[in-house]
T-cell receptor, first 110, second 116 residues
Framework: KQEVTQIPAALSVPEGENLVLNCSFTDSAIYNLQWFRQDPGKGLTSLLLIQSSQREQTSGRLNASLDKSSGRSTLYIAASQPGDSATYLC?????????FGTGTSLTVIP | DGGITQSPKYLFRKEGQNVTLSCEQN?????MYWYRQDPGQGLRLIYYSQIVNDFQKGDIAEGYSVSREKKESFPLTVTSAQKNPTAFYLC???????????????FGDGTRLSIL
């Protein structure tokens, strides 16, 4: 069974700092990896999706990379802002379903 | 705007009662999913459906039931057999698994279920 781990569980940074969130998975037979943002009491908002054949995707200040062979993905957030404060989750698509990590809770301090 | 609508936002269940959570999508997606989210845990899959009138159990299906009579709708019933139902329930959809390599999963805003 696919296991997805996110480190760190929580992160607090001053505004303007660049930061990296990590996601690792145990089975490299995935067809995509997706990064989501979740605000308190809300559903998940898709940020970036990387297909298994791709190495990275970029959207604005966000850049996600994928290394299937090592079972790792990173989400890079440039010039963090207080509005980036949320929980970030990664999910891998494998078999007939998606497997989720437990998330990283990010706080950006003004 | 296309999206997924979950209702109600908050739901309370009495002992021995079955309750049904609604999930409707207008994205024309074939695949739909129900997840449960507990504090400190990742999303766990309850049921999924890849086509009308067909659905499969996920990792934690015990105490839950679903139906998929229409493409747009995938209601979840939390039965009295589910002894610990208090959680945040999320519904999602995607085009379908076989063509989903470049298509994201879309989520509703969730239903929070509590025990009275």
């Amino acid at each position: 069974k696919q296991e997805v781990t996110q480190i760190p569980a929580a992160l607090s940074v001053p505004e303007g700092e660049n930061l990296v969130l990590n996601c690792s998975f145990t089975d490299s037979a995935i067809y995509n990896l997706q990064w989501f943002r979740q605000d308190p009491g809300k559903g998940l908002t898709s940020l970036l999706l990387i297909q298994s054949s791709q190495r990275e995707q970029t959207s604005g200040r966000l850049n996600a990379s994928l290394d299937k062979s090592s079972g790792r993905s990173t989400l890079y957030i440039a010039a963090s802002q207080p509005g980036d404060s949320a929980t970030y989750l990664c999910a891998v698509g494998t078999g007939n379903q998606f497997y989720f990590g437990t998330g990283t809770s990010l706080t950006v301090i003004p | 705007d296309g999206g997924i609508t979950q209702s109600p936002k908050y739901l309370f269940r009495k002992e021995g009662q079955n309750v049904t959570l609604s999930c409707e999508q207008n994205l024309n997606h074939d695949a739909m999913y129900w997840y449960r989210q507990d504090p400190g845990q990742g999303l766990r899959l309850i049921y999924y459906s890849q086509i009308v009138n067909d659905f499969q159990k996920g990792d934690i299906a015990e105490g839950y039931s679903v139906s998929r009579e229409k493409k747009e709708s995938f209601p979840l019933t939390v039965t009295s057999a589910q002894k610990n139902p208090t959680a945040f329930y999320l519904c999602a959809s995607s085009i379908d698994r076989t063509r989903a390599t470049n298509q994201p999963q879309h989520f509703g805003d969730g239903t929070r279920l509590s025990i009275l």
